[in-house]
């Protein structure tokens, strides 16, 4: 098992800034890929963004390319998402999810095995 708990969400204007953590924790040796998604009201989940947590290797959404940059803590099993220049349409509860994929990016939620309980972000404009 592995328990994944996210944080850093909330309110900020158009054009602010937030940095989300993932923390995992449990079978973590089992980790290959880690990503973040968001899911809108009434939408689907979304790929945001994933890394291979062992290489390095980053994907991004063509929405959030060049504002968005994700990246890791190997020591502290953490991910981060550090996301710039927030539009209102980034707003969503955003989830950081594990797939046992690796080699590529993995961009279909269903790939992912374990996902955390969510961080609200709202953007205002």
């Known amino acids: 098992q592995v328990q994944l708990v996210e944080s850093g969400g909330g309110l900020v204007q158009a054009g602010g800034s937030l940095r989300l953590s993932c923390a995992a924790s449990?079978?973590?040796?089992?980790?290959?890929?880690m990503g973040w998604f968001r899911q809108g009201p009434g939408k689907e989940r979304e790929f945001v963004a994933c890394?291979?947590?062992?290489?390095?290797?980053?994907y991004y959404a063509d929405s959030v390319k060049g504002r968005f940059t994700i990246s890791r803590d190997n020591a502290k099993n953490t991910v981060y998402l550090q996301m710039n220049g927030l539009k209102p349409e980034d707003t969503a509860v955003y989830y950081c999810?594990?797939?046992?994929?690796?080699?590529?990016?993995?961009?279909?939620?269903?790939?992912?095995?374990?996902w955390g309980q969510g961080t609200q972000v709202t953007v205002s404009s």
């Open positions: 890394m291979d947590v062992s290489g390095g290797r980053t």
């Open positions: 999810g594990v797939s046992n994929i690796h080699g590529g990016g993995v961009y279909d939620p269903r790939w992912y095995g374990y």
């Open positions: 449990g079978r973590t040796f089992s980790l290959y890929t």
